[in-house]
Structure formats: structure tokens, C-alpha cells
């Protein structure tokens, strides 16, 4: 069974910086793409910042510049550094990943860990 597990989430001032991370399980073999989701109250999940097994990023617009992705294909984690954190980030924050199968691609999910900017 694939297991993503986040860590690294809290409250935090305004203006400050938090950095998760992500780690798939052990029987994970073919990554294509993980990444960072984010779903406040009331609001649909949306994406926050993605990295390829290549190294190749995307962000969101609302986070480009202030957020972080990186990755470590061999140990299978992600982090995601965010910086000059505001009260929109607020949300709980999702690992993803993409993993490669004969069949194609299959989507993961890890649990959440929440986000709090206090303003």
C-alpha cells in the first residue's frame, strides 16, 4: 500500500516561513510527479507547486516567488520551503503523487497537514 506522510505544518506569524515535507513509503518505485495541494475552508482543493522526477517545477501563481519546491528522487520525499506566509495560505496542505504503473498513472494522496498564518 502506498503511503504519502506529511510533516512539517503549525502556526505560524505573517511574514514568517514553515517548510514541509513529504515522504513516500518504501514500496513506491516509479515516481512521475509529486507535489503540494492546499484546501481552506469552504474553498476546492487547488495546487500549490509540483516537481517532476526530471526536476521540473510549477507553481501557482498566488505562491510563485515566496514558495519553494524541492525534491529528492533516491529517498522519495519532497519538500516545500514557503516563505513571507500570509493569511491567504492558511489551508491544509497536501502531498501528491503521480506514480508510474504498466497500466499508466495512478494519483496518491497523503492526509494533510494544516497551515494556520496568524495575521
Known amino acids: 500500500q502506498v503511503q504519502l506522510v506529511e510533516s512539517g505544518g503549525g502556526l505560524v506569524q505573517a511574514g514568517g516561513s514553515l517548510r514541509l515535507s513529504c515522504a513516500a513509503s518504501?514500496?513506491?518505485?516509479?515516481?512521475?510527479?509529486m507535489g503540494w495541494y492546499r484546501q481552506a475552508p469552504g474553498n476546492q482543493r487547488e495546487l500549490v507547486a509540483t516537481?517532476?522526477?526530471?526536476?521540473?517545477?510549477t507553481y501557482a501563481a498566488s505562491v510563485k516567488g515566496r514558495f519553494t519546491i524541492s525534491g529528492d528522487n533516491a529517498r522519495k520525499t519532497i519538500a516545500l520551503r514557503m516563505s513571507s506566509l500570509q493569511s491567504d495560505d492558511t489551508a491544509v496542505y497536501y502531498c501528491y503523487a503521480a506514480l508510474e504503473f504498466p497500466g499508466g498513472l495512478r494519483d496518491y494522496w497523503g492526509r494533510g497537514t494544516q497551515v494556520t498564518v496568524a495575521s
Open positions: 516537481i517532476t522526477s526530471g526536476g521540473f517545477k
Open positions: 518504501e514500496n513506491v518505485y516509479v515516481i512521475n510527479t
